[in-house]
């Protein structure tokens, strides 16, 4: 299983970006996908995660301005961010925690860099 991650960049103050994980490979089952951030000098931390029934669970401060959903068809998870904020700055990576040749797993994807400028 293989995860790509895209759609980052720079952006202003208040513009929206939409990041996409597009998964390859197959796995038994998916349980959660996620997004998570990692600022510099800061511990990466949950931006917001979804299930395979589609509940969807937000870190502090993001449900009000991002979005988590999922193209099951697709196999593409999606993050809508919007009235951005300069911290808000900071490498953004999808993960996927699922049941793989029968053994439960979490994959990362590389990160994509979201820059907010103000």
């Known amino acids: 299983v293989q995860l790509q991650a895209s759609g980052g960049g720079l952006v202003q103050a208040g513009d929206s970006l939409r990041l996409s994980c597009a998964v390859s490979?197959?796995?038994?089952?998916?349980?959660?996908m996620g997004w998570y951030r990692q600022a510099p000098g800061k511990q990466r931390e949950l931006v917001a995660a979804i299930t395979s029934d589609g509940m969807a669970n937000y870190g502090n401060s993001m449900k009000s301005r991002f979005t988590i959903s999922r193209d099951n068809a697709k196999s593409t998870l999606y993050l809508q961010m919007t009235s951005l904020k300069p911290e808000d700055t900071a490498v953004y990576s999808c993960?996927?925690?699922?049941?793989?040749?029968?053994?439960?797993?979490?994959?990362w994807g590389q990160g994509t860099q979201v820059t907010v400028s103000s």
């Open positions: 993960n996927l925690h699922g049941l793989v040749r029968g053994v439960f797993q979490t994959f």
């Open positions: 490979g197959s796995a038994d089952s998916i349980n959660v």
